[in-house]
């Protein structure tokens, strides 16, 4: 037994087994709200990302939060409570092919994902940072970058 086992503790950024099943449960809540055309959540926007499991193949939906970037294209922030990269995260650059987002009330569309790098991605985080502060909050407290990536119909 290790010794997180023994106190009781878990390693920093790992979820607990109350705490996953909790966070399905959110997830799933907020999935119903966007699919009945309420896609808000603490003044921000939010859309249901279908990838596709990168160990198992089984579909996957998360509620995330969204950004406009030009017409039709959308950044979503891979922050996943700042100490790792979240599964959705992992899902999507693992299957990009398979990969499609639902706005509130509409038919899911397929979807494009890139990661933005340099000055792109500094452009990016500027505006999410203006339009979220939290964002640039979280960042700050984070010793890894969160990945920004552009969401573009196909």
């Not at 896609?39 to 969204?66: H, Y």
């Not at 339009?131 to 990536?149: D, G, M």
Request: net charge positive; proline share 10%; no cysteine.
């Amino acid at each position: 037994m290790t010794r997180n086992q023994q106190t009781g503790k878990r390693k920093p950024g790992t979820p607990g087994p109350l705490s996953r099943w909790m966070q399905q449960k959110m997830n799933a809540r907020m999935n119903r709200k966007v699919r009945r055309g309420r896609g808000t959540f603490m003044g921000m926007d939010v859309l249901i990302l279908n990838t596709v499991g990168r160990r198992s193949g089984q579909p996957r939906e998360t509620p995330v939060a969204w950004f406009p970037d030009g017409d039709e294209a959308r950044l979503i922030v891979a922050s996943g409570g700042g100490s790792r990269h979240p599964d959705w995260y992992v899902n999507l650059m693992a299957h990009p092919d398979r990969a499609s987002i639902e706005l509130p009330g509409r038919e899911p569309v397929p979807v494009t994902p890139k990661r933005l790098e340099g000055a792109d991605r500094a452009q990016a985080w500027q505006r999410i940072a203006a339009a979220q502060p939290r964002y640039a909050k979280y960042q700050s407290k984070s010793e890894r970058e969160y990945p920004v990536i552009r969401l573009t119909p196909r």
